[in-house]
């Protein structure tokens, strides 16, 4: 089935409009801007902390915050315009559904990666000038980083907009997805204690004896890999100060990998629900 | 022209649409040809809008076939939609954009010129709107803009499920007579309704369906005169306290007439109505009210289903 580009340029050029007709887009260029600078203070105690130190400070709320953004972006762009009747209109016009999908997925997806380019872009330059001192590189791969999982979520929204009939469950849906990336780490602790393990390994920053299923949390809990993820790109593998020594299969790149596989198998699910949808 | 002989438009074949629980529509078959005004009738839940919607590949067929111009319509090829206006049920549009920036973005959808949208909006009288966000719009005025939007790339097919809708009765005259204009250039169109009258007054073809069925597909002639389903004139009198005069039916023009308590209903040709009525005042009898009375659908559907053996 060939595309047609400019049908999936014209729905993401509406998406992105909307948001930046309503404010979205600043409002969350601000957000990112003050929440950068905020956390260098944080971290730098009071003045401007180096981009490491920021990071590092960031991640807690980026990680939580980014997934929350998508998802409110995401979760009614089917559902909720179906339900209303608007969608019919445009899926009457000689347009092919994979096109909306498409072209809604890289709308509100250019929504989050600009106001992240700019928001954290600004932050960056800001800290840069400050300290004098930039890891342009490591900043570089935490911004992108933190597009992916934008991404991300979005994928996933839409592919849980794209199931429902309902807005209002859809955005249950999104809840769910939401938490599920917040609870997994808990599972696996669990697991490890059920399996035998013990607290103190934790507390004492002993992570010797920690299995090596473990540290395939990172792939299956979103936010985790993207936390860890930023901080390998500054070359950290310190958690709460103790130092983890991490099996070499476990890095940047097979974490990112597994991000990707993350936003593409809700994309393609979202593909074939759509296209059987009865509107 | 000879209807018969000219090509078909739309035609659905063995369409056949099944939700969990509902057959919506049952080995539908039937045929739109160039030029027609067809008229979709039936009940409410009959299966007229998810009829429309397999046309316009919003909702999957369970099994059957749509063919457009002759071609059947798949995923793969969404161009037949553009040479076709569609205006759906139930209407909506984004709620944050104005009219001009909602026809806009369906013109571009549509590989429409843009240049068009102001006077498609005058057209249906939302010019004092124009700027508005269409989410302050009344539920006529969304519905409005959704006939201006069927408009959009001058299509040579119009599908609009009950386009007068939801409209006060001098806008339902304005969708009508652009819906007359647009058949006398040239366009076909297929629209469904639930009000007789207004098939009688558009079409020249009448499908009608329950149950997701075909009941009959027939032209306007053929099936008013099946149907006899002409207005009735309703006549408020003290005087028939006694009953029908028996000069009553033997005047020009009445072909059939009755009467409960003080009122009488008379069938007869529209046109002869007010000579009856002068008739009638003529003969003394003291007419103190007296008003039309529109067929209702189901009693047309009731006599249609009774009859049907005939067709």
Known sequence: MSLNPKSIYIIAKKEFSDNARNKWIISLILIFLVLTIASSF????????????????????????????????????????????????????????????????????????????????????????????????????????????????????????????????????????????????????????????????????????????????????????????????????????????????????????????????PLVLACILFQKRDM | MNMSESSVVVETRNLTKRFKDVQAVDDLSMKVRKGEIYGFLGPNGAGKSTTIKVIMGLVRPTSGQVFVNGKPTSDHDVEYRRNIGFLPERISFYDNLTPIQTLNFFCELRGADKSIVPSLIKDVGLDSAANRKVGTFSKGMVQLLGVAQ????????????????????????VVRDKLKSLNEKGATIMFSSHILSEVQMLCNKVAVIDKGALVVEDTIENISDHLHIRPRLWIQSSDLKNGLPGWIRSLEGVEDASVKGDSMLITCEPSLRLSILNAIQEKGLKVQDFKTLEPSLEEAFVKLLRDKGGY
């Open chain 2, 150 to 173: 069927a408009m959009i790339g001058d299509p040579s097919i119009f599908i609009l499920d009950e386009p007068t809708g939801g409209l006060d009765a001098r806008w339902v005259k």
């Open chain 1, 42 to 265: 944080m971290a730098g105690h009071g003045k401007i902390g180096e981009m490491e130190l920021t990071v590092s400070a960031l991640l807690s709320i980026s990680s939580m915050l980014v997934p929350i953004i998508s998802i409110m972006l995401g979760y009614a762009t089917i559902s909720g315009e179906a339900e209303s009747g608007a969608l019919s209109i445009v899926l009457a016009s000689p347009i092919k559904r994979m096109e909306v999908l498409l072209g809604k997925l890289l709308g509100l997806g250019s929504v989050i990666c600009f106001s992240i380019l700019v928001g954290f872009g600004v932050s960056g330059l800001v800290i840069a000038a400050t300290t004098g001192h930039a890891q342009w590189g490591a900043y570089l791969a935490f911004m992108l980083l933190t597009m992916l999982l934008g991404l991300l979520y979005l994928s996933l929204a839409i592919c849980f907009s794209a199931l429902l009939k309902r807005r209002v469950v859809s955005l249950g849906a999104g809840v769910l997805i939401f938490f599920w990336g917040m609870i997994v780490g808990m599972i696996f602790a669990g697991a490890f204690m059920a399996t035998g393990g013990s607290i103190d390994d934790f507390l004492s920053g002993d992570t010797s004896s920690l299995p090596d299923w473990f540290w395939i949390e990172p792939f299956f809990g979103p936010q985790d890999g993207y936390g860890g993820a930023a901080m390998l790109a500054f070359g950290q593998t310190e958690i709460l100060g103790f130092e983890m020594i991490l099996p070499p299969w476990l890095n940047i790149y097979s974490i990112t990998m597994a991000q990707i596989v993350w936003t593409l198998v």
